[in-house]
């Protein structure tokens, strides 16, 4: 199996992208601290004290070296280019001075739609387990606009504890990467992406695994998503995945823990965009783990996922049903035994009493 892309050998992409991010980090933090950039504790975060975002910027910046070194241009390419810059762009304004949620909402959309209909990348139908669901126009460019939005927004939400985000993502990439090696396919736009952002975001987790020295802010997880996203798009449109599905269940935990904060604060008759301190990792930290073997218990789940995932695409079906079943039982008893749905506190209190 040959280990070059586009001339370039996949190793080389990796490191060079990982040495950019991690001299760009220290530049960074001077300025995120010179325009204010900081992320101030409170009640419901966990830090303790004031720390550096725009880590995001860092990321997308090796993330352009890497597209400039060992890419080749195109249309598809110039829209994620673009739409990445969009997103990045107000993720900085909002790591300085927070932005309403709606205004982020709107923002994210015409990225997705700059991606979709200049770029081309849209879903057209999904196959999973032999069902196949198609999507007739203008159908599918609503369904491609509200997977890359929830998938953005999925790891904008989870960015709660250090390394979390970026760690998850680094595992989405390097499994997309092994996928294409597996089947041989290491061409696709979809790779490259995969390796390139491997790499930087690597160079950024060297600075955010606890205990953290920046945050990566919400330029730098909405440009996680964004990208992740549309790389599940470019997967499933070329040969690199089968299905869609596939990518989207490397990235469990994080939809998981969008979609019962959403069912969460519907029964609260609480706003859905409210933050609060019921996520995922807020479960973990509930039960007196730290912060990094809470996130390491969280890399070990994704990973078996990707695991799972990966027999799939080899066709081991029957394997990989058993495997997402079993998964899915597990996080069905985790929700059951934890406050991430329902708040168990009143039980407790009455057995106290």
Do not use: W
């Not at 923002?107 to 979709?116: D, E, M, R």
């Not at 997977?147 to 990439?173: E, H, K, P, R, W």
Request: with cysteine; glycine share 6%; aromatic share 10%.
């Amino acid at each position: 199996m040959s280990l070059d892309i586009n001339g370039h050998n996949l190793f080389l992409i990796i490191i060079v992208t990982f040495i950019t991010a991690v001299i760009l980090m220290p530049i960074i933090k001077k300025v995120a601290l010179h325009v204010n950039a900081m992320d101030y504790p409170n009640e419901r975060k966990v830090h303790k004290k004031p720390m550096p975002r725009l880590g995001g910027v860092g990321i997308f910046l090796a993330f352009l070296v890497g597209y400039m070194l060992f890419a080749n241009g195109s249309v598809r390419m110039l829209s994620i280019l673009i739409a990445s810059f969009v997103i990045v762009l107000m993720g900085i304004f909002d790591d300085i001075s927070p932005i309403k949620a709606r205004y982020k909402l709107i923002v994210q959309i015409i990225a997705a739609c700059i991606t979709t209909f200049y770029g081309n990348i849209v879903l057209n139908n999904i196959s999973f387990f032999g069902l196949n669901l198609t999507f007739v126009e203008p159908i599918n460019y609503i369904v491609t606009i509200i997977v890359i939005v929830a998938i953005t927004n999925a790891m904008n939400l989870i960015d709660g504890l250090d390394g979390l985000a970026s760690g998850i993502s680094c595992i989405y990439f390097a499994t997309i990467a092994v996928i294409a090696g597996i089947l041989n396919n290491l061409d696709g736009l979809d790779v490259i992406l995969s390796l390139v952002m491997l790499g930087s975001t690597l160079g950024f987790l060297a600075y955010n695994f606890p205990p953290a020295t920046i945050f990566m802010g919400d330029s730098g997880s909405q440009f996680l998503g964004f990208i992740i996203a549309v790389i599940s798009l470019l997967g499933f449109k070329g040969t690199t995945i089968t299905s869609l599905v596939v990518p989207l269940l490397i990235l469990a935990i994080p939809i998981f823990d969008v979609i019962l904060a959403i069912i969460r604060r519907l029964l609260k008759g609480e706003k859905i965009m409210k933050a609060d301190k019921e996520h995922f990792h807020h479960q973990f930290l509930k039960m007196k783990f730290s912060q990094r073997k809470t996130i390491l218990i969280i890399y070990a789940i994704n990973i078996i996922f990707a695991a799972v995932s990966i027999f799939y695409v080899l066709g081991d079906n029957q394997i990989a049903i058993v495997m997402y079943i079993a998964l899915m039982i597990m996080l069905l008893f985790f929700v059951l035994k934890t406050d991430i749905l329902f708040d168990h506190s009143h039980k407790k209190n009455k057995k106290l009493k």
